[in-house]
């Protein structure tokens, strides 16, 4: 199987770890916090993770983040699970929750007091934010409780851990350097109290650690070896790694874990963070977290993508580290590279008007076999039955032509897709000036396999035979939002400001041929000359457009 990732720094990190390192074994660890879906970001950070691993024989754990206590974590855990096996990554046993290590943090946390290196501090959030005691550049934080006498703060800890503070009231500090031009290294806060219930611990805890101080200790325990990591944990690094060296967890070689960040993936009209796409899901702008306009793996799914194209587009972007914008037509050209080999052919029709063979049989019906992959033969056919009365897609014919137009027009021929010429005769209207049904005469010479078909015809349609074709819903869709660089967005501006309102295109009414009434939810096609599309897994007979069948991305930039 080819590399899930390609070669990038990280493994030049790798490589000089175990070199000096005999022994080690790569294991890495992807922890996704359980506050909302998985979207195609974390997709990135999931490759990086299991694909780093993978390509070093290691391992990769899977870890609930959840030291952050939310009520609405545990629909989302499960979720997470699915997304991730479907794209095809294993974690085999090594599931874990941040906070089944609660009892550890706790314990790390008061041997650090009883060591000097916390302290519990009485400032308030208030005061935090206050130049007093935050400090700024040129002036040192200020914590009166500093010095307080170790007996107390593991006193005060303790009585934390009862409940007997309202929340706010106290935090445990790390004892670093108040003076540091890093201000993450200012003294900060590892422990805080929060009534909140936690969705696996229930009202055991009313102390949280924080994440700085958690996810060093969860990477610790479980001797991961390499804690991959998105940019912006970089000026993080300096805590992870003074949390490590300072609490105590045998088992792992000095300097180890070892945090890397790489950039992080972002893609235009698109963005990727949880709390903008909670956000779409309870105003009801989306039809869920599985809208299939949604940068979620689920949303991605429902719409038609599979986890193969979304790992090759994973793989085309590479791992940098410096942050970059992806052109979202990239990704849409892994997909429909794949679907224009994977996808059988078949024929809809979204705006259909009638059309009407003069000299064909009234009571006659045949059928012709036209195949399901032009490329690959053996792909087999699919009868599709043609009689008198047909339908033809609208944008198919124009009254007035504009210059090469080859397709049905007054008094021209066009060849219906594997099946006779014809030629346009009456076109009748209704009141309203629409098209009532257009009038053809055929040549019944030819036809699709007949040795006499000679005739050289610049246009071909395609057309569905009106009493056997199916009704159907399609659904179109543009960008969700119009933002092309979302890191861009004005101060003063909101995600929401952005939204396309043209993202979604429902169209009613549509005819697909009798074939696809064996479709099953996420089967996929190419609707010939309209794009691919998905059989829709939560509506009845509803195809989504996964993309359209050209690619507008200057190959050049590719
Ligand atoms: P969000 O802002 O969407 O909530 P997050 O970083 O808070 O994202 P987590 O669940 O904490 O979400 O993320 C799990 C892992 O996925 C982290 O290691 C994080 O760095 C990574 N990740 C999240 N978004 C991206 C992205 N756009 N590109 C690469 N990695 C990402
Ligand atoms: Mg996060």
Not at 30 to 55: Q, R, S
Not at 206 to 233: G, K, V
Not at 294 to 316: A, D, H, Q
Request: with cysteine.
């Amino acid at each position: 199987m080819e590399e899930i990732i390609s070669k990038n720094f990280i493994q030049d990190f790798m490589d000089e770890d175990l070199a000096a390192n005999p022994g080690m074994k790569v294991h890495t660890r992807f922890p996704p916090e359980p506050n909302g879906h998985l979207h195609i970001g974390h997709c990135k950070a999931l490759c990086v993770d299991f694909g780093m691993a993978k390509k070093y024989n290691g391992l990769c754990n899977l870890r609930m983040d959840d030291t952050n206590p939310a009520k609405e974590d545990t629909e989302y855990v499960d979720a997470i699970k699915e997304d991730i096996k479907w794209l095809g990554f294993d974690w085999d046993d090594r599931f874990f929750y941040g906070s089944d290590y609660f009892e550890k943090d706790y314990e790390l946390a008061v041997d650090l007091i009883k060591r000097g290196l916390a302290y519990v501090c009485e400032l308030s959030a208030e005061d935090f934010r206050n130049p007093k005691y935050c400090g700024d550049l040129t002036h040192p934080a200020v914590s009166p409780w500093r010095d307080r006498p170790v007996e107390e703060s593991l006193d005060l800890f303790a009585r934390m851990r009862n409940g007997e503070f309202p929340e706010g009231k106290y935090t445990v500090r790390a004892k670093i350097d108040l003076a540091s031009g890093n201000f993450c290294m200012r003294d900060p806060v590892i422990y805080r109290i929060k009534y909140v219930e936690h969705h696996r611990q229930g009202t055991k805890w009313c102390i949280f650690p924080m994440y700085d101080f958690a996810h060093p200790i969860q990477d610790a325990l479980e001797h991961i070896t390499h804690s991959l990591c998105s940019l912006e944990y970089e000026i993080h690094r300096p805590l992870y790694n003074w949390v490590r060296d300072n609490v105590n967890i045998p088992g792992n070689p000095v300097g180890f874990p070892r945090q890397i960040e790489f950039a992080r993936l972002n893609i235009t009209y698109t963005v990727l963070s949880k709390r903008f796409l909670r956000g779409l899901v309870e105003g009801g702008v989306v039809d869920g977290w599985d809208d299939p306009r949604m940068p979620t793996l689920c949303g991605l799914r429902r719409r038609g993508y599979t986890g193969s194209s979304i790992l090759e587009f994973i793989s085309r972007t590479g791992v940098a580290k410096s942050d970059s914008l992806v052109d979202i037509r990239q990704l849409e050209a892994c997909i429909r590279d794949e679907l224009n080999e994977t996808a059988d052919r078949r024929i809809a029709i979204a705006h259909p008007i009638k059309l009407i063979v003069d000299n064909y049989p009234e009571d006659k019906t045949e059928t012709f076999d036209l195949p399901n992959h032009p490329q690959y033969p053996e792909r087999g056919t699919r009868a599709v039955p043609f009689c008198r009365e047909l339908f033809i897609d609208a944008d198919d014919f124009a009254e007035v032509p504009p210059p090469k137009f080859f397709r049905l027009k007054p008094e021209g021929e066009v060849r219906l897709m594997g099946a006779y010429i014809i030629k346009c005769g009456e076109i009748v209207k209704n009141a309203d000036g629409t098209i009532k049904e257009i009038h053809v005469t055929a040549d019944l010479e030819t036809g699709n396999g007949n040795p006499v078909d000679g005739r050289k015809i610049k246009g071909t349609i395609h057309w569905l035979s009106a009493k056997d074709a199916l009704d159907t819903t399609l659904h179109l869709y543009e960008n969700l939002t119009t933002l092309e660089n979302p890191a861009d967005k004005p101060e003063g501006k909101e995600y929401t400001d952005y939204i396309n309102p043209n993202s979604l295109t429902v169209v009613t009414g549509a005819k697909i041929e009798p074939s696809l009434a064996s479709a099953k939810a996420g089967d996929k096609f190419q609707f010939v000359r309209f794009g691919y599309f998905c059989k829709d897994s939560k509506l009845d007979n509803t195809f989504n457009r996964v993309v359209g069948l050209k690619d507008s991305f200057p190959k050049s930039e590719q």
